[in-house]
Structure formats: structure tokens, C-alpha cells
T-cell receptor
Framework: AQSVTQPDIHITVSEGASLELRCNYS??????LFWYVQSPGQGLQLLLK??????LVQGIKGFEAEFKRSQSSFNLRKPSVHWSDAAEYFC???????????FGAGTRLTVKP | ETGVTQSPTHLIKTRGQQVTLRCSSQ?????VSWYQQALGQGPQFIFQ???????GRGNFPPRFSGLQFPNYSSELNVNALELDDSALYLC???????????????FGPGTRLLVL
């Protein structure tokens, strides 16, 4: 079965600085990869997804992610962070062969003024 | 287009009781998945319903059961509640063809369950 690791539990960046959140997955075939964001007490909002094709994926709110098969990674990036980006970010991996979407433990982003 | 809705928003139960949580899928979606998110953790897949049948299940005991209705809305039922069942329960809907889900899942706001 597929699995996801988010190595960073908590990241703090200054407003206006760049951001990269790491995600590593384990799956034998081509995975379906997702990044979701969750504000406190809320459900999950989809930022972007990768199914196939171009390995650099653009999402909402200025986020992008790059699928690197050789590194089994799908890191999320943003060139300039806004205070409203403070939230919990989850990477998830799905597979065509099953319906079990696996989530990482999440990375909590704090934005300093 | 209406999004995914869940009810109730919050619920308090005591150990041993039973609970039913409800989810209305996004219009046009035919598949509903349920997740349990304990405090400080990522969501854990409970099960999925497609065309009113269970279409995949995670590592949860049989006291977690569900239903999907002809309008694609869904219920999650948990019997014999335990303290560890306290969590945020998330419902997600998607559009899938026959077989495995390849559609993107859209999440509702969740139901926060506290078991005392």
C-alpha cells in the first residue's frame, strides 16, 4: 500500500519569504498526488494535484508542486508567503488500484510578520 | 454548485453509545469517502461508498459502518463508542467511474465528535 511522509512537523517563515514543504511518498507505480490545506477547525481544501503529464503543477493561491519520480517526492512551493497562508498542510497519495488515499501527518506553517 | 456539507458540526457522546454522522456530497459526485482525523494527525481512511455499496475500507473495526443513499448522500455510524473515537470526522465526495476511484476528493467541514 502507498504511504506518505512529511518530514517537517512545523515550519516558520517570514511574510514575503519563499516556502517549500517536503513530501515523500512510497508507491510502486505512478501515484496520484495531492496537497491539501486545513485551517483550524476546518475541512481540507485542495491546493493542487498530480495525476500524469507535466511534473510541475500549478495550484490555487500561488502554490506549485513538482513531482520527482527519482526522489519519490512532491514538494510544495510558494515564492512569497502571505500571513493568510498560516495553516496545516497535508500531502496525500492515492492509487488507481485502490480507494485508500493516504495522508501524511501534516506540516504546520507559521508566518511571522 | 453546492459543496460538501456535513451534520452535525459538533457532537458529544458517552462511551458505549452509538452515533450517526451525515454527509451530502457535492452536486454531480457519485462517491463518498469517510476519514477520521485525530488531533494533531492526518486523516485516516475509514471507507468509501460508490453506487450505494462499500467500495474499499481502511483499518477500522466493523463497529464503523456506513450507508450511501440514491441521492449519493451518506451516513457514518459508529457503535459502542470508545474514548479513542474522539476525532474530527471528514467526508469527501468525488466523481468516479466503475472500479477504483481516480477522481479528486473534495472535503466537507467535518463533524467534531467528543466521547466522554
Amino acid at each position: 500500500a502507498q504511504s506518505v511522509t512529511q518530514p517537517d512537523i512545523h515550519i516558520t517563515v517570514s511574510e514575503g519569504a519563499s516556502l517549500e514543504l517536503r513530501c515523500n511518498y512510497s508507491y510502486g507505480a505512478t501515484p496520484y498526488l495531492f496537497w491539501y490545506v486545513q485551517s483550524p477547525g476546518q475541512g481540507l481544501q485542495l491546493l493542487l494535484k498530480y495525476f500524469s503529464g507535466d511534473t510541475l503543477v500549478q495550484g490555487i493561491k500561488g502554490f506549485e508542486a513538482e513531482f520527482k519520480r527519482s526522489q519519490s517526492s512532491f514538494n510544495l512551493r510558494k515564492p512569497s508567503v502571505h500571513w493568510s497562508d498560516a495553516a496545516e498542510y497535508f500531502c496525500a497519495v492515492g492509487a488507481k488500484e485502490n480507494n485508500d488515499m493516504r495522508f501524511g501527518a501534516g506540516t504546520r506553517l507559521t508566518v511571522k510578520p | 454548485e453546492t459543496g460538501v456539507t456535513q451534520s452535525p458540526t459538533h457532537l458529544i457522546k458517552t462511551r458505549g453509545q452509538q452515533v450517526t454522522l451525515r454527509c451530502s456530497s457535492q452536486s454531480g459526485h457519485n462517491t463518498v469517502s469517510w476519514y477520521q482525523q485525530a488531533l494533531g494527525q492526518g486523516p485516516q481512511f475509514i471507507f468509501q461508498y460508490y453506487r450505494e455499496e462499500e467500495n474499499g475500507r481502511g483499518n477500522f473495526p466493523p463497529r464503523f459502518s456506513g450507508l450511501q443513499f440514491p441521492n449519493y448522500s451518506s451516513e457514518l455510524n459508529v457503535n459502542a463508542l470508545e474514548l479513542d473515537d474522539s476525532a474530527l470526522y471528514l467526508c469527501a465526495s468525488s466523481l468516479a467511474g466503475a472500479g477504483a476511484v481516480i477522481g479528486t476528493q473534495y472535503f466537507g467541514p467535518g463533524t467534531r465528535l467528543l466521547v466522554l
